[in-house]
T-cell receptor, first 113, second 113 residues
Framework: QQPVQSPQAVILREGEDAVINCSSS?????VHWYRQKHGEAPVFLMI?????EQKGHDKISASFNEKKQQSSLYLTASQLSYSGTYFC??????????????FGKGTHLIIQP | KAGVTQTPRYLIKTRGQQVTLSCSPI?????VSWYQQTPGQGLQFLFE???????NKGNFPGRFSGRQFSNSRSEMNVSTLELGDSALYLC????????????FGSGTQLSVL
């Protein structure tokens, strides 16, 4: 089942902070975050594992709340290069393990100078 | 290391035709997954292959099929094309050594007229 992301879109000024949320109706064991710039392929940002620590990537960090079945992505002091669409993904499990990801519909982030 | 390569980059077909898309994963990656991306639905999981075996399949009709060869290259086929199949088709490869991190290709933009 597809995770739900919010907000759908955010417009910020350079230097402002943003939070993107991702929630699931199913139990989560891991959450993946990707960023896609216009006309480009999605690029991996980070994976958060159940019971794991909060991850960081430059000034982008994320948390994972297993009880609430949600993850949040934090962008601090945003830069122009942060613009793009952010997707969270949760594993698709078959009998043998996690095979593929199901993604949320994405959050469009626009950073203005 | 070369990235994930998808061919062709653009494709225009008419309703009722069939199409085959190709994906060459990163050298050494044995898992290949396919995604359909549309503005309305975002990234949707199609299927995942590992060592020539389909391990998981998303919620798509049987017109969508795929296969993986012994060199890990993968093809995706869509038969009896419909207008709604117009989308960006992304392929991603991953390696057991890098967990579930996906490396995406630039995609094939399919337009069905």
């Amino acid at each position: 089942q597809q995770p739900v992301q919010s907000p759908q879109a955010v417009i910020l000024r350079e230097g402002e902070d943003a939070v993107i949320n991702c929630s699931s109706s199913k139990a989560l064991y891991s959450v993946h975050w990707y960023r896609q710039k216009h006309g480009e392929a999605p690029v991996f940002l980070m994976i958060l594992l159940k019971g794991g620590e909060q991850k960081g990537h430059d000034k982008i960090s994320a948390s994972f709340n297993e009880k609430k079945q949600q993850s949040s992505l934090y962008l601090t002091a945003s830069q122009l290069s942060y613009s793009g669409t952010y997707f969270c993904g949760t594993p698709v499990y078959s009998g043998g393990g996690a095979d593929g990801l199901t993604f949320g519909k994405g959050t469009h982030l626009i950073i203005q100078p | 290391k070369a990235g994930v390569t998808q061919t062709p980059r653009y494709l225009i077909k008419t309703r009722g035709q069939q199409v085959t898309l190709s994906c060459s994963p990163i050298s050494g990656h044995r898992s290949v997954s396919w995604y359909q991306q549309t503005p309305g639905q975002g990234l949707q999981f199609l299927f995942e292959y590992f060592s020539e075996t389909q391990r998981n399949k998303g919620n798509f009709p049987g017109r969508f099929s795929g296969r993986q060869f012994s060199n890990s290259r993968s093809e995706m086929n869509v038969s009896t094309l419909e207008l709604g199949d117009s989308a960006l088709y992304l392929c991603a490869s991953s390696s057991e050594g890098e967990g579930e991190k996906l490396f995406f290709g630039s995609g094939t933009q399919l337009s069905v007229l």
